[in-house]
């Protein structure tokens, strides 16, 4: 049997207001990034291919 996995801690103190600092931050993606997303995109939709 698979050994069960235990809950995450939860922050206190100055971890807890670090981590919220951190995700408050607004992360703009590259145009790298974005194209490299749009084209995996596309590639992804060009294998779906239904027929209902």
């Known amino acids: 049997m698979a050994k069960q996995i235990e809950p ?5 103190g100055d971890d807890a207001f ?4 951190e995700m408050d ?3 703009k993606a590259s ?3 974005k ?9 992804i ?3 779906l291919t239904f027929s209902f």
């Open 8 to 12: 995450t801690p939860v922050l206190k």
């Open 35 to 43: 194209e490299r997303v749009r084209k995996g995109a596309s590639f």
């Open 45 to 47: 939709q060009s294998l």
């Open 25 to 27: 931050k607004e992360r």
């Open 31 to 33: 145009d790298e990034e």
């Open 18 to 21: 670090e981590f919220v600092a």
